[in-house]
């Protein structure tokens, strides 16, 4: 490697003084010319006012110079070829040049890397009765007769050679030397390095290929270096021994030089690694800096356009696009990415329209089996980020980080992560590396937005959460992946049911997809996906709920989602028939009728539909009886009350802020919508909280 020198610029001079150039004595103009010798075009110049002296180019004045004494005049520095110092004017420092070089060839050399008269290292292979046979390489092997050599080497021992000959059958020649001091230089074979994409160019054939290790992965035979170059990544196969750990001094995000053999395995393409060493300094910064700009062009999210009108969407599409780009910079990256949700309709939703987008691109950058390593879809049953749920993802993450090297991963949060309930979690995450984004529609409260990578909020928009996550979700996915906008673009439709949207891109998102689903296919399959969810509890349940978001059979979508829906509305009437009874309903003075259920006594526990559900489903009949007039419903258990509202101007995560600050030693917290959500409190004090509660509804604003 060589550096500029600094002192001089890389010019191997030094500028001492200056003085009056002697042929135009400081007038800058040549004195004398001779007319036939110009060219034309000098003849013009010389008649428009003269012609510059060309020894000092017009500036009448000639620089004094003598040679650099940091360079000694060359200009630049080496860096020496065999003790790694740096050095003016040579190649070898003075010490090294004084010792005599052992050239160590690397397992890729063949004989073009071989030089007559030059000294190498080899290793006693076997003997013969005409010689000995000494392995330079793993696959050069030469010979020293019998009549050059007066003692009988070892099996195995290393042994100082010199190449008398290289025969035009590739026979070599050799001789023993004798040397007691000298200098190790290895040889690398000097390929040109190739990019990923070029490799089914040279299939069979020596490639030399530079770039980042983004994962290792220890097999029952080879070892596996998925390694990242500007434009793609490929699979690097080194053997060692069968299960045993090859180059165990690379670790994961090491910027490598490989020299290799491409081939096609199970249809990929994969190099058999002949040699792999760890680049430092300027190589590996050069490598790594070209690598992050390319990454960088490419995790550009496609220019899309919003499937329907909404003035919220656009303003918010800036940050939309932001969180489209850090999902494509992790896959491009290799880095995992965890999507976690609330376990709802709509949050099921917007994951999977973001799934359907990410698996594609993650198998194209990773290999077929790269969704298992790089991607992992979890339903969180509160609608925030719990202690239990990072708890899972941080075990997860660290195992995958020790046994293949991984990256900490990128952690989605969708119809979750917007309030100050998803704060410990995500401080415990980012202490190990983990970072976070979230795209959810909860009312913020601003308190996390300073641990995230992204927010996207139609709260920050003017909106509110009549823009599902769903719809979110789903534009954000055709950013990623456009090729999928034809089977996700119904999901929208199917999230802004579940969630009783009633915002306007609700009823445009259900028109864009009205040919092929109906309003009630709609409904089936928004209580289908809660339904399942329930049962599926912790579990992402893929299969299943692609088939019910009909991603998969159509035959076997309608016949799961007709079944689902019926055990759902089975369950709910067997529920209700037990709960409705027991609802106590009052007329507060805005109003505003309120209807309280103690879901704890009067409801079937641990089935479905859950206490929320249940005070839902209670709801919708309430107002139903009650039409046209302002309807709040709680159910309400030992530490805990779910809220809905109609027509009622309601600030829940308000509520809890207040409530908490007045009731001293009641632990309340909670949150969600501003007119549906949840609260918690320690069981002592349920009857101050739910009174207080029941006081703060009947002041508020009504219409």
């Given at each position: 490697m060589t550096i500029e020198c600094k002192d001089c610029k890389g010019t191997g001079s030094i500028i001492i003084s200056e003085k009056e150039c002697p042929d135009c004595k400081g007038g800058g103009m040549q004195k004398s010319i001779s007319l036939d010798k110009l060219s034309?075009?000098?003849?013009?110049?010389?008649?428009?006012?003269?012609?510059?002296?060309?020894?000092?180019?017009?500036?009448?004045?000639?620089?004094?110079?003598?040679?650099?004494?940091?360079?000694?005049?060359?200009?630049?520095?080496?860096?020496?070829?065999?003790?790694?110092?740096?050095v003016a004017g040579e190649e070898l420092c003075e010490s090294c040049a004084r010792k005599s070089l052992i050239h160590v060839l690397s397992p890729e050399c063949d004989t073009r890397e071989l030089e007559i008269g030059k000294i190498y290292e080899g290793r006693v292979q076997g003997h013969a009765n005409f010689g000995v046979f000494v392995n330079l390489?793993?696959?050069?092997?030469?010979?020293?007769?019998?009549?050059?050599?007066?003692?009988?080497?070892?099996?195995?021992?290393?042994?100082?050679?010199?190449?008398?000959?290289?025969?035009?059958?590739?026979?070599?020649?050799?001789?023993?030397?004798?040397?007691?001091?000298?200098?190790?230089?290895?040889?690398?074979?000097?390929?040109p390095r190739r990019k990923t994409t070029e490799l089914t160019k040279y299939l069979g054939k020596p490639v030399h290929i530079s770039g980042e290790v983004i994962q290792i992965?220890?097999?029952?035979?080879?070892?596996?270096?998925?390694?990242?170059?500007?434009?793609?990544?490929?699979?690097?196969?080194?053997?060692?021994?069968?299960?045993?750990?090859?180059?165990?001094?690379?670790?994961?995000?090491?910027?490598?030089?490989?020299?290799?053999?491409?081939?096609?395995?199970?249809?990929?393409?994969?190099?058999?690694?002949?040699?792999?060493?760890?680049?430092?300094?300027?190589?590996?910064?050069?490598?790594?800096?070209?690598?992050?700009?390319?990454?960088?062009?490419?995790?550009?999210?496609?220019?899309?356009?919003?499937?329907?009108?909404?003035?919220?969407?656009?303003?918010?599409?800036?940050?939309?696009?932001?969180?489209?780009?850090?999902?494509?910079?992790?896959?491009l990256k290799s880095r995992p990415i965890i999507i976690r949700h609330?376990?709802?309709?709509?949050?099921?939703?917007?994951?999977?329209?973001?799934?359907?987008?990410?698996?594609?691109?993650?198998?194209?950058?990773?290999?077929?089996?790269?969704?298992?390593?790089?991607?992992?879809?979890s339903p969180s049953k509160a609608p925030f980020y719990e202690l239990e749920d990072?708890?899972?993802?941080?075990?997860?993450?660290?195992?995958?980080?020790?046994?293949?090297?991984?990256?900490?991963?990128?952690?989605?949060?969708?119809?979750?992560?917007?309030?100050?309930?998803?704060?410990?979690?995500?401080?415990?995450?980012?202490?190990?590396?983990?970072?976070?984004?979230?795209?959810?529609?909860?009312?913020?409260?601003?308190?996390?937005?300073?641990?995230?990578?992204?927010?996207?909020?139609?709260?920050?928009?003017?909106?509110?959460?009549?823009?599902?996550?769903?719809?979110?979700?789903?534009?954000?996915?055709?950013?990623?992946?456009?090729?999928?906008?034809?089977?996700?673009?119904?999901?929208?439709?199917?999230?802004?049911?579940?969630?009783?949207?009633?915002?306007?891109?609700?009823?445009?998102?259900?028109?864009?997809?009205?040919?092929?689903?109906?309003?009630e296919d709609l409904k089936c399959m928004a209580l289908a996906l809660d339904y399942e969810a329930f049962w599926q509890r912790f579990n992402d349940g893929r299969g299943i709920m692609n088939d019910i978001l009909n991603l998969g059979s159509s035959i076997r979508h309608q016949q799961i989602v007709r079944l689902l829906y019926e055990q759902a509305n089975l369950a709910i009437a067997e529920q209700l028939e037990a709960s409705m009874p027991n609802v106590k309903t009052q007329k507060l003075p805005n109003g505003a009728v309120l209807n309280v259920i103690d879901v704890e006594n009067f409801a079937h526990k641990f089935t479905f539909p859950p206490p929320g559900k249940t005070s839902g489903e209670i709801h919708d009949r309430m107002c139903l009886k009650y039409s046209g007039q302002p309807v709040v419903t709680i159910g309400y258990g030992p530490d805990f009350a779910v809220l809905r509202s109609r027509g009622v101007k309601m600030n829940i995560p308000q509520i809890v802020r207040e409530l908490r600050s007045e009731i001293k030693g009641a632990g309340v917290n909670g949150g969600g919508h501003l007119v549906v959500g949840s609260i918690k409190f320690v069981e002592g004090m349920r009857k101050e909280v739910l009174a207080r509660l029941a006081e703060k509804i009947g002041m508020a604003g009504t219409g």
């Open positions: 034309e075009k000098d003849l013009s110049k010389l008649m428009s006012g003269g012609m510059k002296c060309t020894k000092c180019n017009g500036e009448g004045k000639i620089s004094v110079t003598e040679p650099c004494k940091a360079c000694a005049g060359a200009g630049k520095f080496f860096t020496c070829t065999v003790c790694g110092r740096t390489n793993p696959q050069l092997r030469g010979l020293i007769h019998s009549s050059n050599i007066n003692f009988t080497p070892e099996v195995g021992d290393k042994i100082l050679i010199e190449v008398r000959n290289i025969a035009s059958n590739g026979n070599i020649e050799l001789i023993p030397k004798n040397l007691k001091e000298y200098q190790v230089i290895e040889v690398e074979k000097q390929l992965k220890q097999t029952g035979g080879p070892t596996i270096f998925t390694i990242s170059d500007e434009d793609s990544t490929v699979q690097c196969a080194a053997f060692e021994k069968a299960g045993e750990r090859a180059y165990p001094d690379i670790k994961s995000e090491s910027i490598v030089k490989v020299i290799g053999e491409p081939s096609m395995r199970n249809g990929a393409m994969q190099v058999e690694i002949r040699s792999m060493k760890q680049l430092w300094g300027g190589d590996a910064t050069g490598i790594k800096e070209r690598i992050d700009s390319a990454i960088d062009r490419r995790a550009e999210p496609h220019d899309t356009q919003f499937l329907v009108k909404s003035e919220v969407m656009e303003k918010l599409k800036p940050g939309m696009r932001n969180a489209a780009r850090l999902i494509r910079k992790a896959v609330h376990a709802d309709a709509d949050g099921i939703t917007s994951a999977i329209a973001i799934e359907r987008a990410l698996l594609p691109l993650i198998r194209d950058v990773g290999g077929s089996d790269a969704s298992y390593h790089f991607y992992r879809r990072v708890t899972k993802d941080l075990t997860f993450a660290l195992e995958d980080h020790e046994r293949f090297g991984q990256k900490m991963p990128l952690v989605v949060l969708m119809d979750n992560g917007a309030t100050e309930e998803d704060m410990p979690s995500m401080k415990q995450a980012i202490i190990y590396g983990m970072d976070i984004m979230v795209i959810d529609h909860h009312h913020p409260d601003g308190t996390i937005d300073s641990l995230v990578l992204e927010h996207v909020n139609p709260a920050y928009a003017g909106g509110d959460y009549g823009i599902t996550t769903g719809m979110l979700g789903t534009e954000i996915a055709r950013m990623i992946n456009p090729d999928v906008t034809e089977e996700i673009k119904h999901l929208p439709a199917v999230s802004a049911v579940g969630d009783r949207s009633e915002a306007p891109e609700a009823e445009s998102y259900k028109s864009l997809v009205a040919e092929k689903y109906k309003p």
